[in-house]
Structure formats: structure tokens, C-alpha cells
């Protein structure tokens, strides 16, 4: 929805930039659930 003015067109260009971000954290790693607290989550 911020595309359609024109002042909202750069704030909804920089919202379609963060997608990857917000998709796949900086830092994260995925572990099994059956050993939530292994030494390696830590």
C-alpha cells in the first residue's frame, strides 16, 4: 500500500528490500526439537 502515492514509493521500496532480513534472521541457526537445550544450540 505504500507504493501507491508518491511520497510512499521510497518507504516501499526499502519494505520490499528487508524481506530477507525479516525471513531469515542474521546469527540464527536451526536445531532439532528433540534436544532443545544440546550444548551445540549453545
Given at each position: 500500500?505504500?507504493?501507491?502515492t508518491i511520497?510512499?514509493i521510497?518507504f516501499?521500496?526499502a519494505?520490499?528490500?528487508l524481506?530477507p532480513?525479516?525471513l531469515?534472521?542474521?546469527?540464527r541457526e536451526?536445531v532439532?526439537?528433540?534436544?532443545?537445550?544440546?550444548q551445540?544450540?549453545?
Amino acid at each position: 500500500m505504500l507504493c501507491v502515492t508518491i511520497i510512499g514509493i521510497p518507504f516501499g521500496i526499502a519494505n520490499f528490500k528487508l524481506v530477507p532480513v525479516s525471513l531469515m534472521p542474521l546469527g540464527r541457526e536451526i536445531v532439532r526439537s528433540d534436544q532443545p537445550f544440546a550444548q551445540q544450540r549453545f
